[in-house]
């Protein structure tokens, strides 16, 4: 597994980025949000982004938010 990743926003009430296992392109990648060590989502980093097809990350279907 080699995971690459970003948190392209942090507010209030939204945590959005993507995440990306390079060893297995088309493979979604589990996330786990912990605030204070504690579980606050779980959730799968399969949302499509142009971007990140453009940039050569997988098809491009890595995001979350």
Not at 18 to 23: A, F
């Amino acid at each position: 597994m080699k995971l690459a990743g970003y948190i392209d926003i942090w507010a209030d009430s939204l945590i959005a980025g993507w995440v990306w296992d390079s060893d297995h392109a088309e493979k979604r990648v589990a996330v786990e949000i912990l605030v204070d060590e504690k579980p606050l989502a779980r959730l799968t980093a399969g949302q499509y982004r142009e971007d990140l097809k453009n940039h050569g990350i997988g098809g491009g279907a890595h995001a979350f938010r």
